[in-house]
């Protein structure tokens, strides 16, 4: 109680940054955790770098909340991890690079270990990866985005497994969020919504492809930055991908304005460089702040929005 009483005093204070990683570490000291709390906090703030791993596992249900279990669920899921690479390399459909790092680290990897763990891969798995195409590219796009914000292999591997698991359940919510797209992008800036509606841009944008994977492949160049998104994602606010696309539209507002077909739209917003990728976030952040309360009044929150 006293936790959340120092997190709405500071709000009202309008000092948010003060004394998050503090907040965070009494949260984290409790046993057992509660996995409402980090929610919480993880829709308000960012998570600090040094303990965004354990946040995130704990509240996909990767780790358990009850801290006398963690060091043997942990060591159990070490090892389920490491079973599954042996396996891919006696398959001889993973090189044994000895111990990995960050950049080493390959999505499609960890996509084949998440298809040999639900017996969905053979010897043949060519034909695997070709008739489920569109599930490897959300998968692979997934682990992408994971492994461009967790250094940890065997940690990449259980979040991308769990967040591509929990997708059935937001299938609904992503069919919901392109109208709130048209709605907050015409509230935002007006000229730029009609200019967009006169070239069709909202028809061709790829909201499916965009929502499924994250905007991983948006981000390629600069996949640290959707960290903060991932947060709220992973806290069950997949409401926030709606603001990444506005979010999109507004930080290219001037060059949009000039373009005359969708297809040149399109291809202008699909691939961001650094500067723009971290401008779009800190935008989207700026959105949600602004709106996720009014969204969740609007469209009733999906049972993982909290």
Request: aromatic share 10%; with cysteine.
């Amino acid at each position: 109680m006293a936790d959340n009483f120092r997190m709405l005093y500071y709000d009202t204070l309008g000092l948010k940054n003060v004394d998050q990683k503090k907040t965070l570490e009494l949260l984290l000291s409790e046993n057992p955790l509660s996995t409402d709390k980090l929610k919480h906090f993880s829709h308000k703030f960012t998570l600090p770098a040094i303990y965004r791993s354990l946040v995130w596992k704990v509240q996909l249900g990767i780790s358990p909340t009850c801290k006398e279990s963690s060091e043997f669920v942990n060591t159990q899921r070490q090892g389920h991890y490491e079973d599954l690479k042996q396996a891919l390399i006696t398959m001889q459909m993973l090189n044994d690079h000895g111990e990995t790092n960050r950049s080493n680290l390959n999505p499609r990897d960890i996509v084949l270990m998440y298809l040999l763990d639900f017996g969905q891969l053979s010897v043949l798995h060519g034909n695997i990866l070709k008739r489920d195409g569109h599930k490897v590219f959300v998968l692979e796009s997934i682990s992408q985005a994971v492994c461009g914000v967790v250094s940890d292999e065997c940690d990449c591997f259980w979040i991308t497994k769990h967040l591509y698991n929990r997708q059935e359940q937001l299938y609904e919510s992503f069919s919901k969020l392109p109208q709130y797209v048209k709605y907050y992008s015409q509230l935002e800036d007006q000229r730029l919504f009609e200019h967009l509606c006169e070239i069709q841009l909202f028809k061709v944008l790829p909201y499916d492809r965009w929502f499924q994977t994250y905007f991983s492949s948006v981000f390629a160049d600069c996949l640290e930055y959707l960290e903060r998104i991932l947060d709220k994602i992973v806290a069950g606010s997949c409401n926030i991908l709606l603001f990444v696309c506005v979010a999109l539209l507004l930080t290219f507002s001037l060059k949009l304005k000039q373009v005359r077909s969708s297809e040149e739209a399109l291809k202008m917003i699909s691939h961001l460089q650094e500067e723009a990728g971290l401008a779009v976030v800190d935008k989207t952040m700026e959105l949600w702040e602004q709106h996720r309360n009014s969204l969740c009044a609007e469209i009733g929150c999906h049972n993982h929005d909290h």
